[in-house]
Nanobody, 120 residues
Framework: VQLQASGGGLVQPGRSLTLSCTAS????????MGWYRQDPGKRRELVAF???????NYAEFAEGRFTISRDKEKNMVTLQMDSLKPEDTNVYFC???????????????WGQGTLVTVSS
């Protein structure tokens, strides 16, 4: 199972950016997909996560500005980030909880980080 993330880059404050992540490989079930971010030297923190049954959790800083959505047919999760602030500058990681084909238990997977820089 692999997670491929895309969409990071440089954006001005107040503008928008969209991150996408697609899961591929021997997937039986995806229990949830989401995004975390991590500053160097700090703990990785939740940005937003969407479970298979439709529950969504947002970090406080993401509420009202970020929107997570899932395309279950494409095994994809998207994070629409609006009204970006310089403090949103970070490396963003795609995360998924997946039951691989032939397995009974879910495993947590991480995509490669994608850098988001918010600067004028």
């Amino acid at each position: 199972v692999q997670l491929q993330a895309s969409g990071g880059g440089l954006v001005q404050p107040g503008r928008s950016l969209t991150l996408s992540c697609t899961a591929s490989g021997s997937i039986h079930t995806i229990n949830g997909m989401g995004w975390y971010r991590q500053d160097p030297g700090k703990r990785r923190e939740l940005v937003a996560f969407a479970t298979a049954d439709g529950r969504i959790n947002y970090a406080e800083f993401a509420e009202g500005r970020f929107t997570i959505s899932r395309d279950k047919e494409k095994n994809m999760v998207t994070l629409q980030m609006d009204s970006l602030k310089p403090e949103d500058t970070n490396v963003y990681f795609c995360n998924a909880v997946i039951v691989p084909t032939g397995r009974f238990f879910a495993t947590e997977y991480w995509g490669q980080g994608t850098l988001v820089t918010v600067s004028s």
